[in-house]
């Protein structure tokens, strides 16, 4: 996609919210891997999904900056549903926290700091809906870890499942995150539980039904 092609989306598709516009643009000042924050095209995407999902309960491993857990938010039925986000860089707290409690969707949100392989048994929960945004090397263990706690019927979004192209260039599958990648998308694919669809937008979003059991 060139940058006059997504313009032009931007341009088509609903406004990025004031709170969610004021994170990036924080997180592009703040942050020096301000490349991860989701933005614009796909937050709305997420929201939308979510929409259409209709999740009681949903858990996001990979926080960031927050922007992508209040798109999560956002798209929640109601105020009784909760999105559980999970980020294992202390330092961004404090940026995370401040920005939850700006938005009228944070208080939908809670915020844990660690690592998700501790925490999400912690949790005590079933999901809905799971949103797997965090270290690209870990991701096949992420996806054993809450397929566990993912109800019939619900459904991953996992995001950077093309990893900026690198999953079909030879000399990067040499590297650590792009064999995580494609060692999740080979993981999920053989995955005889699940439906999934890989949609081009950004930089790859996969997403995956579990199947009812028989």
């Known amino acids: 996609m060139n940058e ?7 341009s088509h598709i609903d406004v990025e919210p004031e709170g969610l516009a004021r994170i990036d643009h924080d997180t592009h000042v703040q942050n ?15 929201k939308m999904l979510t929409c259409m999902i209709r999740p009681r309960r949903v858990l996001e491993l990979g926080t960031f900056s927050g922007y992508s857990a209040l798109c999560l938010a956002e798209g929640l039925p109601d ?12 330092e ?22 660690g690592d998700a392989r501790d925490i999400v048994s912690q949790l005590d ?8 945004d965090a270290n690209k090397r870990q ?20 995001d950077n499942t093309l990893w900026a192209g690198k999953v079909v260039d030879p000399k990067a599958q040499r ?4 064999r995580g990648i494609m060692a999740f998308n080979d993981h999920v694919k053989a995955d ?3 439906e999934v669809v890989i949609i081009p937008v950004r930089d790859g979003l996969t997403l995956i039904h579990k199947l009812p059991s028989l």
């Not at 590297?175 to 792009?178: G, H, L, S, V």
Request: hydrophobic share 40%.
């Open 4 to 10: 006059e092609l997504e313009e032009y989306i931007l």
């Open 32 to 46: 020096y891997y301000w490349h991860m924050c989701s933005g614009h095209l796909q937050g709305r995407l997420i």
């Open 79 to 90: 105020d009784e549903c909760r999105v559980d986000t999970i980020e294992i860089n202390d």
């Open 92 to 113: 961004q707290e404090d940026f995370i926290r401040e920005h939850l409690a700006l938005s009228p969707y944070g208080k939908r949100v809670t915020l844990h700091i």
């Open 125 to 132: 929960a079933r999901f809905d809906l799971v949103f797997i």
């Open 139 to 158: 991701y096949v263990e992420y996806y054993d870890l809450v397929m566990d706690y993912l109800n019939d019927g619900g459904f991953i979004i996992a």
């Open 175 to 178: 590297e650590a995150q792009t």
């Open 192 to 194: 005889p539980r699940v």
